[in-house]
């Protein structure tokens, strides 16, 4: 298998984004929005009129009449990766997502939108002494995920929802190995993997009340899902002329059809906002990753689990005097065990972050900044550590339709 990717030598050189992302369908994006970011990633419970939340889509319910919800967002990440000798720092700035809700009558509600499901960024090279040669390993792509919704208000304080998810994409994956005797051929081989397939999730939310404080809870799940692959694998020799690379033979040229199996997730959540000022969220999420597989290939992972919680503190939401007064300050930690095992080691994610939200009356936008300060994976084992920061910026704009004019 591809071990030597993160238990290289001390001669290795660390680059690109992440050498975990490696693994499995690469980076799970697990939370889109600067708001959820800022409160450690839990969102299962959080139920906003002003935030579209498609992590449980029971949540649309919260959208108001005659109006609709527009969202994006960015963010820019700076990682360090380290193993025990050597450290490597990396930027990078993405599109976060594209997301429309809305309110269709007392019972229905609907949201759709665009976001990235996973990515894949490595590029890796060890030197085998006993072979005279370079080892190379990279890799790039990634999934996005397009989706519709939709939830339903059952009662007063319960509510309903399914969104029925379309995952498109390719993950790309090469090895090359390049030999110091120019007698020998180098060798390379390119592997992409075209993916795409429907899976859904499907949500509860229930709200209540202690006195004027409001409580909810939260619950999605997912189903098991098959969706479409197809792999390309073209492996061949070549030798270089000068600074050219001429092909000297092909041993693999071939096209495969398959499947790639998605594991189903469970989350729970909670949230208690006291006074309109004070909101508390917990959030749990468990996802069975040894059940994955690409082409029968499980990839050795294993079952991964998410705990976050997150404070956010509101001054005076309604204050006409102070603009500092309407903002919302937060505050959110996530631990994550990820479905890595590395020589029996359980490759962890923690992160704490810190987030405002700007509400602007005059247009009804809200801006959501968030920073998050995370390490993942660890020195030990001549294994790697990631050091990162995540700026995250999130816009979204509550405009009005469906109201009928009055006067001509």
Request: proline share 2%; with cysteine.
């Amino acid at each position: 298998m591809f071990l030597v990717v993160l238990t290289f030598s001390t001669q290795a050189q660390v680059s690109s984004h992440s050498p975990y992302s490696r693994f499995g369908l690469g980076d799970i994006n697990t939370s889109y929005s600067s708001y959820f970011n800022a409160l450690g990633g839990g969102s299962s419970a959080i139920y906003s009129s002003k935030h579209i939340n498609i992590s449980n889509p029971a949540t649309y319910t919260a959208f108001k009449p005659n109006s609709f919800i527009f969202s994006t967002g960015a963010y820019f990440t700076g990682v360090s990766i380290n193993n025990e000798s050597q450290s490597h720092v990396d930027n990078y700035t993405s599109f976060s997502h594209v997301l429309l809700g809305c309110r269709i009558n007392d019972k229905v509600f609907a949201s759709m939108g665009m976001i990235p499901y996973s990515s894949i960024g490595y590029s890796l090279t060890d030197f085998n002494v006993s072979n005279n040669a370079s080892l190379l390993y990279s890799g790039d792509g990634g999934i996005s995920k397009v989706y519709l919704g939709a939830g339903f208000k059952l009662a007063s304080n319960l509510s309903f929802g399914i969104n029925a998810s379309y995952l498109f994409g390719s993950l790309n994956r090469r090895k090359m190995l390049e030999f110091n005797d120019e007698t020998i051929f180098n060798s390379r081989s390119n592997s992409q993997t075209n993916l795409k397939g429907i899976y859904y999730d499907l949500g509860a939310l229930y709200t209540g009340k202690i006195e004027d404080d409001k409580l909810t809870f939260g619950f999605t799940t997912s189903n098991s899902a098959e969706i479409n692959a197809k792999r390309s694998i073209l492996t061949e020799t070549f030798e270089y002329s000068g600074v050219n690379e001429l092909v000297k033979d092909t041993s693999v040229n071939s096209i495969e059809k398959g499947f790639a199996l998605l594991p189903k997730y469970t989350q729970l959540g909670f949230t208690y906002n006291k006074d309109d000022k004070w909101l508390f969220v917990v959030d749990y999420l468990i996802q069975d990753w040894s059940e994955y597989s690409l082409f029968g290939e499980s990839d050795s992972l294993q079952n991964s689990s998410r705990i976050s919680s997150g404070l956010e503190y509101t001054p005076e939401y309604n204050s006409i005097s102070s603009f500092f007064k309407r903002c919302k300050y937060r505050l959110g930690i996530s631990f994550n065990e990820t479905p890595l095992n590395i020589n029996n080691i359980n490759i962890e994610d923690k992160s704490i972050s810190f987030g405002i939200g700007i509400p602007v009356k005059k247009n009804n936008t809200t801006y959501d900044l968030s920073i998050t300060f995370g390490q993942r994976g660890t020195l030990s084992s001549n294994l790697i550590e990631e050091q990162y920061v995540k700026l995250s910026l999130n816009v979204s704009f509550d405009g009005i339709w469906f109201v009928e004019r009055k006067y001509d």
